[in-house]
């Protein structure tokens, strides 16, 4: 979490507020004008200070920051600064006049000094950390610095230090895109302009000019520094040049500026638990498995807070109840909610039978109000009704007594859930203690961290349940197309995952190969989009069940042919144009090249050259039709026929191979999230060999991944197994595995999946499941 945590955000040194000093991690600080208040004890962990310059109210905490402690201290203070700041501290600080020179004491059983000076220079980068705080010239006194501050590679901020007009502040802005927000000070209303000259501060009018020339919309705008005798006009005068923009504000001693969120909250909790709170925020943002986020908001929020047990509630769908999705209670060993342990318990109505709010259950109130409702003892709170639990202290022997309730509240502000805590303990875990205003901040400070990570699970699972409806509806549409390809896609599908899990197992050839759940999703994604293409092949190709079927199968139509034939021939026999003799042989003739025909075009036997030449033969026979000699066969009808495996032709095949490359087009323009990156390639390259010589991309062995050669062996192992295809029974095992062999052998698919697929439980599993007994030889 990238935050600052404003120690002191004054121009003034009042009983209520103190000077300027940013806490920008647990140990960095810039500026000490207000150190030892806030920190207490942690300022112990301070190890590196920037100062902008050596006013007073910038360094007036900087003697006692290292005196304080200073037994306990382990670790050098290290003060950075120009040349002038370091030898103005020097001189008039750490001189053993005005104070101690700790840069001359070393530490107790160390050898390093207790204090050290680092000199930077203008544009200088100082990495501590994962932070880079980099100096910028300021328009004050002599060696005045701001400070850029930037955490790892995220969005970086800009403090400006005090500063009269300065050119580098809008400059640096307009071209350093990283840098979202601008701390900068304003000391002196407008009508002090010539004050602000001469002592080197802003003016409200004097910012807004400065501002006006960041050319950025997305900039926000912290503004400190305020002399507190003018505070009152200088927040009008802010307000009325409408200079906060994008969330930001007034700075007060004690907020907190989440960089990430651009929001700004006051902290009230104590030290020690801020950083702990960071990292639970963290670890909120990090997780996406709602079920492992609901059990992680609850026991890290029970953990903050000491309590024995809690609730968290999930609105329904229908907004119309409270479901128990995670309930925990440490005394009585109680962890429901656990993937192994689902909660059965009824749902708190959020509007009765009549249609009026519940108000009579505490969650559900702290639901409808968006408040937090915070009860010493549920015994003696007549507000809500507690016959629930007491009825559940009393079967379980447990004795609730302090309560906790907030509300989980979007950035629509919708209350998407509910936090109910139960019995804070003291630190002796020997007495249930009331829950205190920390607590009711602390929960502040996670509830819309926590609703945030909520509603980022929930977007997440259901653009996810939206892909995979997306995807099996897009597969069943396209298998739809074909009655005889009905199951295609499924089936693949299914292959593809049995192998998949099956080398994830495996200890031999493939132990070093390990599946996720999110490679299998991969996987079975990939399989489901393989034929995405054929949503636009023409149906009377995908569903080609013999060769002359176009909108019909077309041997209906030469058998018609034939009687017409059939016909003529009757009529020269009463004309006594040809012997009954020859009439009997051309019947027989007739009926058994009819025969032929039929079996050529259902497509399943390889057509030799005799073959063809009985079609050409056939063709040359001829019929009149309205005093008109017609050819029997067109030549459209011969080339089907003569087609020599299948049913397709040359032309309709091409048109049918196309869709793998229309599979690849169509993905490649899908944006898959980064989990499923590989779709597109195991989809679109299931026609591929290792060879080179598949299509559409004539990719080779090198270029192959595992799960294409998964899908391409799936795919090939589908169809030749199918047995719902019209041109062909399902093949034996046999069969399959010995046209398998001969594509190994010619380098087409890969043969060490082969042999494993033979030998695993997938491939059992798939035969006994999706396989005629009679193919399973």
Known sequence: MNYINILGASGTKTQSSGTTSFQIYKNIIIDAGNVIKPLGEEVLNINHIFITHTHSDHIIDLPFIIESFFEERKEPLTIYGSSQTIEALKKHTFNDQIWPDFSKIKLINSEEFSLKYQVITENETIKIDSYNITSVKANHIDGAFGYIVLKDDSDSYFISGDTYTNPLIWETINTNKKIKSLIIECSFPNKFESLAQDSKHLTPKLLKDIISKINRNDIQIFIYHLKQSYKKQLVEEIEDLNILSNGGKILEDGDVIHLETGKTQSKNISHDKFDRIMEINNQLSSQVDKDKLFEMILSLTRDLTNCEAGTLYIVTKDR??????????????????????????????????????????VSVVSALEKRIINIPDVYNCKDYDFEGTKKFDNSSGYRSKSMLVIPLVNHEEDVIGVLQLINKTNFSHDDIIPFNKEDEDILKALASQAAMALTNSFLINSLEEFLNSFVTTIAH?????????????????????????????????????????????????????????????????????????????????????????????????LKKEISQESYNNSLIQIKDDMDFLKEVNIGSEFMDEEKIDRILAISKYSYILDGEKIDFLSKNEIENLSIRKGTLTNQEKEIMNSHANLSFQMLSSLPFPKKYSNVLNIAANHHEKLNGKGYPRGLGEKDLSLEDRIMILADIFEALTASDRPYKEGKKLSEVYKILSFMVKDNEIDGNLLEFFFQSDAFKKYIHEELKPSQID
């Open 320 to 361: 119309k109840s409270l479901e128990f999705k995670v309930i925990q209670n440490d005394p009585l060993n109680i962890k429901i909610g656990e993937k192994e342990k689902p909660v059965s318990w009824n749902s708190l109505p959020i509007y009765l039978d009549d249609g009026k709010e519940n108000r009579q259950m």
């Open 477 to 573: 549409a396209i298998d739809a197309k074909s009655k005889h390809t009905s199951k295609h896609i499924d089936k693949v599908a299914k292959i593809a995952n049995l192998i998949a899990k099956s080398i994830d197992k495996d200890k031999t050839i493939y132990k070093d190969i390990t599946y996720n759940e999110n490679d299998l999703k991969e996987i079975e994604l990939a399989a489901y989009m393989h034929d995405v293409g054929k949503i636009s092949m023409p149906e009377y190709i995908i569903d080609k069940a013999t060769k002359l079927e176009a909108f019909i199968d077309r041997i209906d139509v030469i058998q018609q042919r034939f009687e017409i034939v059939k016909r003529d021939l009757e009529i020269s026999l």
